[in-house]
C-alpha cells in the first residue's frame, strides 16, 4: 500500500473534479452579440444564455443543450461550444434562418447596458425538440426565454430532480403571468436584482425572494452583478456572498449565465442540493461569473479548465476569510 | 487551579471585550436631522458623522469626541452621547448658536437620498478647540469635514499612531485638492464608492484604491451600502465583504459613520493594524453599520451593549461560511 501525501489544493480538486453521472440539460438561446465598450467593439461574436451556461455548466457535469440557431451561424462558433464536452445535439440549424442576434453598448464604468437592437429571427415561434437521450436529464436549466415556450418544454421531460429557470425584463413586460405560473414549476429562481423588483413589484430583496417562494420555487438566487449574490432559500436560510474580485472587467455579458451553469453544474455533480453544497455552489457561480467577464463573449470561458475553476475557487475562500 | 470551559461565543468575548488602553478621538459633526422615509418623517433627532462613530466606537474602545453645537441642541442628546461611555468635554457649545441641520428625503427602496436643505450653523468657520488630554490620542478619526479645518486639527495632536478620514461629495466638489492633501496626511481613507469615483475622476473602484493609496495613504476601504465594503491596502492586499444581511432597514443614515466607528475601535482595542486584524475590523464596521440601520437615527446603537455587538459578529461569521 502506497501513502501519497497532497497539499490542500490537490485534495480539493481529488474530491471535487470527479465527475457525476447526472446529466444537466439546458434549454435557452445560442446567439450572435455585436457587444460594445467604451475601449472595443466586437460584432456578431458567439453569445447567448445558453451557450454561456452550458460551457461553465461543462467544467462540472454531463452537459447537452437545446436550441434553435440559423444558417448564418459560423460552425466554428458551434464547435467551440461542443469542444468544451457540452453535447450539441439537441440544437437545431434551421436553414436560410437568421440566427438571434443582439447588439449593446456598455457605458463608461460597465455597468449600464443600452440595447441598440434585438433580432429575434429563428428563435421567434421556435418549437422545441429534444433528443430522446435528454429526456431524462436529472437537471435542467431554462435560461431566459419565453415563458410559455419553458412551460411547454418541461413536459418533454421525465421529471427532472432539479429544475432552475432564469428570466429577463423583456418577458416580466411582455407575460409576467407566464413567469409566475414558469417559476411555480421549478425548484429554483435566478434572477438579476433589478429583474426581481419588477417581476415582485417590491423595492426589498428579502421580500421579493419571500414572495417568489410562495409562488412555488424552493429557493431563489438574487444576482447583483459586481456585487456578488444573495442565495434565499425556505425557513430564511439566506446566504450573501461577495463577488470574486477582479481588477478589471473586460465584457460583463454572460456573467450571470456563467453563474447559473456553475451553481447548477456543482449541484449535479454532487447530488446534492442541500444548503450546505448549495453555498459552495453560488461560488462556482461567482467564480464561473468571474472567468466570463474577462475577455469578450465566452473566449475566456474557453480557454479555462478544471484545474483553473477549482483553484479561483480556493483563492475566492482566501479572499473572503477572516 | 480552576479549569472553566467556555463555548465558542464565551470564548470570543473574552478575547474581544478586553478594553486596550488607547484612547481614540473622534473630529466631525454632531447634528439635528430630519429624516424622510416613504413610511415616517422624524424631526430633528440627533444625529451627524461624529455623533454615530463616536457612538459605535465606544462599544470597543476608550472614545472621545471633538465637536460644536449650537443652544439649541437637547441636552439629552448630548447626555445619550455621554451615556455610552464616550467623553464629550471637546463638544463646544455656542450660545445662541445654531447646530448644524441637515433635512433629507430617502426614495421608495432608501437607496437614494435627496438633500432638502443644509443649515451649517455654528460649524462654519469653527476654530476646533482639543482637551489636552486628547492630543496624546493613539487613533483619530476625522469624520467628514472640511479637508482644510482637518489639516489644521491634525497639528494639534501628538503624534496618532493610526489617523483615517472620510470625505463627501460636498467637500470634493468644493476643495478636491484640500481632500488630496488631507489623504496625504492620513494613514487610511474611509469612503463611499461614488465619491471614491467622483474623487479620484475614475470609474473602477481598484484603480480609485489605487490612487488613493498613492497619494499616500497606506489603506482605503471603499463602502458599498447595502453591498458591503472592500478594503484595499498596499502590495494589492484586497479584502471584499458582505454586508450582514438584514430583513428590513429602517433609516440608512449614519451605517457609514458607525461602520467607521466600529472599524476604528476593533483597531484601537487590539492595538494591531496588520492586515488580519483590518479584515476582523471590516467585519466588526459592517455589524455597527448594521445595527445603525435598524432604527431612527443612533437609536439602536443606544440600546446595544458589547455582548449584542460580539453576538453578531460570530452571526455574520455562521453567515458567510461555506
Known sequence: MTTVLIGPLQAHLFENVCFHAALLTVFGT??????????????RILGGAATFASISASMFSKTSIVAVVGSDMPQEHLGAIK?????????????DGKTFHYDSTFDYDLSNRTTNKTELGVIEGFDPVIPEEYAKSDYLYLANNDPQQNIKILKRFDGPKLIVC???EFWINKDRQGVVDMIGRTDGVVINDNEARLLCKEANLARCAKKILSWGSKFAIIKKGEHGAILFAADGLVFPASAYFLDEIVDPTGAGDSFAGGFLGHLARTGRSDFATMKEAVIYGNVMGSFAVEDF?????????HEDVEERYVKYRNLVQF
Not at 463573449?297 to 479548465?305: A, D, E, Q, W
Open 297 to 305: 463573449g465566452v473566449r475566456r470561458l474557453l480557454t479555462i479548465g
Open 83 to 95: 469542444s468544451k464536452g457540452v453535447d450539441t445535439k439537441g440544437i437545431i440549424n434551421i436553414p
Open 30 to 43: 445560442v446567439a450572435l452579440d455585436t457587444t460594445r465598450t467604451p475601449f472595443r467593439t466586437e460584432t
Open 166 to 168: 432564469d428570466t429577463i
